[in-house]
T-cell receptor
Framework: EAQVTQNPRYLITVTGKKLTVTCSQN?????MSWYRQDPGLGLRQIYY???????DKGDVPEGYKVSRKEKRNFPLILESPSPNQTSLYFC?????????????FGPGTRLTVL | GEDVEQSLFLSVREGDSSVINCTYT??????LYWYKQEPGAGLQLLTY?????DMKQDQRLTVLLNKKDKHLSLRIADTQTGDSAIYFC?????????????FGKGTKLSVKP
């Protein structure tokens, strides 16, 4: 089944404790992206990647890192999480260069930073 | 800069039509999209429209595009309780890569039985 998976789905952590949220897609998509969703603010892009070893900042990259060592995986790293990073995070992927390029979203990771 | 605006809430009765409106700023967008987010889930592409079209119909869904006013709407006929969700309008702005969608804040549709 074509899908984007994220782990964990739920995470409660404390300020300053490094964490990684994994994202994997099985559709051979070039493009992958991380968003955060906050009430009243909609979806805001954190980082995106056009292909392996190619990443770039989105609208709200501060406090986050990403890597793209393999085409299928795009982990989101919070080196020193803070309470303002409490949010719902979505990973998404799509082909590039095609027609309307549907983005496929993962199920989301709800992160709480105490 | 690019911006996509939507009203935040819409409430309708089951069986009525729902109309969700969106305005966007970048007239160079090639495609405009509607994504649906059901409770506790990620977003899924609901429908899209190519910028040289005025209207697209897909079963109960009708998308209208007014390029002059930069206005996009989604009409859901015979709205059902299963249509309760958040609906996001999105565009790819001029110069953006095909993956860099700009989303509106989302319209939460509540359907009352």
């Amino acid at each position: 089944e074509a899908q984007v998976t994220q782990n964990p789905r739920y995470l409660i952590t404390v300020t300053g404790k490094k964490l990684t949220v994994t994202c994997s897609q099985n559709m051979n998509h070039e493009y992958m992206s991380w968003y955060r969703q906050d009430p009243g603010l909609g979806l805001r892009q954190i980082y995106y990647s056009m292909n392996v070893e190619v990443t770039d900042k989105g609208d709200v990259p501060e406090g986050y890192k990403v890597s793209r060592k393999e085409k299928r995986n795009f982990p989101l790293i919070l080196e020193s999480p803070s309470p303002n990073q409490t949010s719902l995070y979505f990973c998404a992927s799509s082909f590039l260069g095609g027609d309307y390029n549907e983005q496929f979203f993962g199920p989301g990771t709800r992160l709480t930073v105490l | 800069g690019e911006d996509v605006e939507q009203s935040l809430f819409l409430s309708v009765r089951e069986g009525d039509s729902s109309v969700i409106n969106c305005t966007y700023t970048d007239s160079s967008s090639t495609y405009l999209y509607w994504y649906k987010q059901e409770p506790g889930a990620g977003l899924q592409l609901l429908t899209y429209i190519f910028s040289n079209m005025d209207m697209k119909q897909d079963q109960r869904l009708t998308v209208l595009l007014n390029k002059k006013d930069k206005h996009l709407s989604l009409r859901i006929a015979d709205t059902q309780t299963g249509d309760s969700a958040i609906y996001f309008c999105a565009e790819i702005p001029y110069g953006g890569s095909q993956g860099n969608l700009i989303f509106g804040k989302g319209t939460k549709l509540s359907v009352k039985p």
